[in-house]
């Protein structure tokens, strides 16, 4: 038992500081950068077609995975998943991701920082279903097909290709298929988290930088 | 202290434009504002006097709307249908890449920094900006040179992605990964000694100030998105 119970309190609270310090903000930024830069580089791949597109967007979520694993074993309070989630959210609206889709992926990230507070920083099952969670932020690009929809099949180049094609084409981005979508982008995110919770063991953590 | 420099644009001018060019051209109805985006974004680029972004932005927008608009036409087919969907979702990154590209090349990260806090942004959301406009340079070079020492290695290219997509992501992104947070580090204690992250409000080498060309940018995006409202192009 503690001679100076008070002491101890305040030492605990000195340990885990509520407000965000320096050190966590330059972790949120550095991490941000190289989540962003693992996520583009891959995407480039995606030009290609939009077929080509939705095959890439697995492989970026499980190469994303290993630096937001890695992230999360510098997180030790509430607060810097969200700021994570906020500034990778404002960062893809500046570069032409829609309001609502931007809205989802920091939404995303107070989810995933729920999960890693429930499992109080250290659970490494907490730290993967957390990715799990924000890796949905994937989907966001897709969410103007459930508003936009009319609007989308209304340009002049839709018209040219005839009724038939448009019909087809409608036929087959239907809600089932968009959830379908959603439920394989976690699954990748499910996935993508134990490869990059074994890649942090296997890697970063003899190399001393986890 | 030292005035800014005459002509350009205030920080905050800059960030405000990307955010109304991103949320126009990415509106359900967008289209219509990418042609002005364009020449927005090419204008910005030749008065930074960035000859190449300017024609990298132009030549992207014509081969694009090249692929969107007129291939279908000149040949409908499935083939050329996909091609144009592609370009057609491609054209609005492109248009707003071009604005953001702005601000990236004539924003430094202190000057970013300054202009949010005169913004009365939060303190977490200015520092974390700043220190990722500082970083993205570094891990780009970091991501370029693994690229190529796959390359040298043979070990780049669709085809091995193909085959083995575990093993060349993991090729790729732990080396990328090490050494990006080991130039993280000297960065970290660098910015922690220059006092980042401090609760004092730090002051400005160059306070961001408004000047004429704030007003003239605003009118100039006004006369833009009011022609491209009722001229209704590539719509």
């Known amino acids: 038992m503690s001679a100076n119970p008070q002491g101890d309190q305040t030492a605990s609270a000195a340990a885990r500081p509520s407000r965000l310090s320096a050190r966590d903000l330059l972790s949120v930024a550095i991490f941000a950068v190289i989540f962003l830069v693992v996520v583009w580089a891959i995407s480039m791949l995606g030009v290609i077609s939009p ?34 989630g906020l500034v990778i959210a404002l960062f893809f609206l500046l570069a032409g991701n829609s ?15 729920l999960i890693c507070r429930a499992g109080g920083y250290h659970s490494k099952w907490a730290s993967i279903w957390a990715y799990t969670v924000f890796s949905l932020a994937f989907f966001s690009p897709f969410l103007p097909l459930f508003i936009d929809r009319e609007g989308y099949f209304a340009t002049a180049t839709w018209e040219s290709m005839g009724q038939e094609y448009i019909d087809a084409t409608n036929k087959l981005l239907t809600g089932p298929v968009l959830c379908g979508l959603a439920v394989a982008i976690a699954a990748s995110g499910f996935v993508g988290a134990l490869i990059g919770s074994a890649t942090l063991r296997k890697h970063f953590v003899r190399a001393g930088l986890a | 202290m030292a005035a800014p420099a005459r002509g350009r644009l205030d920080p905050r001018s800059r960030i405000l434009l990307v955010v109304i060019v991103s949320l126009a051209v990415m509106s359900p109805d967008g289209l219509r504002f990418v042609p002005a985006a364009l020449a927005l974004g090419t204008a910005l680029a030749l008065t930074d006097r960035a000859w190449r972004r300017a024609g990298a932005l132009a030549a992207a927008g014509a081969a694009m709307f090249a692929g969107g608009w ?49 913004a009365h942004a939060p303190r977490p959301i200015a520092v974390t900006l700043a220190v990722m406009l500082r970083f993205f340079p570094v891990v780009a070079g970091e991501a370029a040179a693994v690229a190529d020492a796959m390359r040298l290695g043979g070990l780049a290219g669709a ?47 160059i306070p961001p100030r408004f000047t004429w060309a704030d007003p003239a940018a605003g009118l100039a995006l006004a006369a833009l998105a009011a022609l491209s409202w009722w001229a209704r192009p590539l719509a």
């Not at chain 2, 499935?78 to 491609?90: D, H």
């Not at chain 2, 091995?160 to 790729?172: D, N, Q, S, T, V």
């Open chain 1, 99 to 113: 309001l609502l889709s931007s809205a989802v992926i920091a939404a995303m990230g107070v989810v995933a920082d």
């Open chain 2, 159 to 205: 085809g091995g992605l193909a085959r083995h997509p575990i093993r060349a992501l993991e090729r790729f992104a732990v080396p990328m990964i090490a050494a990006s947070l080991r130039a993280s580090e000297d960065l970290s204690a660098s910015a922690l000694v220059r006092g980042l992250g401090s609760r004092r409000r730090p002051s400005a080498m």
């Open chain 2, 70 to 118: 007129l291939t279908p036409l000149w040949w409908p087919h499935p083939i050329t249908a996909v091609i144009a969907l592609a370009c057609q979702f491609t054209i609005r990154f492109v248009a707003t890449v071009g604005v953001a590209a702005h601000l990236i090349a004539t924003t430094s990260p202190t000057a970013l920094s300054a202009g949010l806090r005169a």
């Open chain 1, 51 to 84: 077929l080509v597109w939705l095959m890439v967007t697995p492989l970026q979520i499980i190469a994303a995975a290993i630096a937001f694993m890695l992230f999360l074993t510098r997180v030790r309070h509430l607060g810097v998943i969200s700021l994570f």
